[in-house]
């Protein structure tokens, strides 16, 4: 699983997580997609993307945010 952070702060909530480690033999990576309260919210194509601003909040609601990093081993498409 992929570490992720959420602070809420000035009407908006940041979104941090720990980077993919970069590419290492037979390991590409691929993409990380974030979803908000199990909806699709954001696709990312580079490893080093890891932080997202959320100004589409409101005080006193809760969010659910989750990141996958998807790489593509030898034997397939992995997602962690």
């Not at 480690?21 to 954001?42: C, D, H, M, V, W």
């Not at 005080?59 to 790489?71: D, E, F, G, L």
């Amino acid at each position: 699983s992929i570490p992720l952070r959420v602070t809420a702060q000035n009407r908006q909530n940041d979104i941090q997580w720990t980077a993919h480690p970069a590419t290492t033999t037979g390991i590409n990576f691929q993409s990380y997609e974030l979803t908000k309260n199990g909806q699709p919210f954001r696709t990312y194509t580079r490893r080093t993307d890891a932080q997202q601003t959320d100004t589409d909040v409101r005080c006193a609601v809760a969010y659910t945010y989750r990141i996958t990093a998807r790489i593509q081993t030898g034997s397939g498409t992995v997602e962690s």
